[in-house]
């Protein structure tokens, strides 16, 4: 069984403050991808990220950067000086290649909130 | 094409009825995935099609539900005799195959509201 944790439900920053949402995530497959989606107040999900189990560098991406340990079973987003447009609910969610299906395993979500 | 479409954006039905969805994927991706989403959760996993083969159905899809992907291009969805724990949005996703599992994207999805 696969599963993905966000701990944090909700999370309110002050416009230019950094904030990190955290990722948790359990599989029993050796080959795994791990993906961040972001879901704005207009419904589409975006992609983000993605990250197979056998790459743990850290990635930067322009104000986003993504930590990938798996010794702790985490992959982690930060984003530096959050803007109000970051305003969304963030997904994480795991590809176990175990199962041929290649469906997305989702986390409950982390709704960020930057106030201006 | 500019993305994965979904038709309609919103349906309200009363319980008991049958309602039908529609998703058009990205034209290349041979890969097409069906979502429910209720308020406050992630998507969960309902159905996938590879080309025209459904392939693997969730637990979640009870026989109420079928899914048809005809000749590979659009899908449809449809739910009969809906009931109120129906009521979630039901999203679409594509992507290509190419060996490692690649980013879906995802439609807008479909609002149900079951009265």
């Known amino acids: 069984a696969q599963k993905v944790t966000q701990a944090q439900t909700e999370i309110s920053v002050v416009e230019k403050e950094d904030v990190t949402l955290d990722c948790v995530y359990e599989?029993?497959?050796?080959?795994?991808?791990l993906f961040w989606y972001k879901q704005p107040p207009s419904g589409e999900l975006v992609f983000l990220i993605r990250?197979?189990?056998?790459?743990?560098q850290n990635e930067i991406s322009g104000r986003y950067s993504w930590n990938f340990q798996k010794s702790t079973s985490s992959f982690n987003f930060t984003i530096t000086a959050s803007q109000v447009v970051d305003s969304a609910v963030y997904f994480c969610?795991?590809?176990?290649?175990?199962?041929?299906?290649?469906?997305?395993?989702f986390g409950k979500g982390t709704k960020l909130s930057v106030i201006p | 094409d500019t993305g994965v479409s979904q038709d309609p954006r919103h349906k309200i039905t009363k319980r008991g009825q049958n309602v039908t969805f529609r998703c058009d994927p990205i034209?290349?991706?041979?890969?097409l995935y069906w979502y429910r989403q209720t308020l406050g959760q992630g998507p969960e996993f309902l159905t996938y099609?590879?080309?025209?083969?459904?392939?693997?159905k969730s637990r979640l899809l009870s026989d109420r539900f079928s899914a048809e992907r005809p000749k590979g291009s659009f899908s449809t969805l449809e739910i009969q005799r809906t009931e109120q724990g129906d009521s979630a949005m039901y999203l679409c996703?594509?992507?290509?195959?190419?060996?490692?599992?690649?980013?879906?994207?995802f439609g807008p999805g479909t609002r149900l509201t079951v009265l």
């Open positions: 996703a594509s992507s290509l195959l190419q060996g490692a599992p690649n980013e879906q994207f």
């Open positions: 599989t029993r497959d050796t080959t795994y991808y």
């Open positions: 990250r197979n189990s056998f790459d743990e």
């Open positions: 969610a795991l590809i176990g290649v175990g199962a041929g299906s290649y469906q997305l395993t």
């Open positions: 034209s290349e991706h041979n890969r």
């Open positions: 099609f590879q080309n025209e083969a459904q392939l693997e």
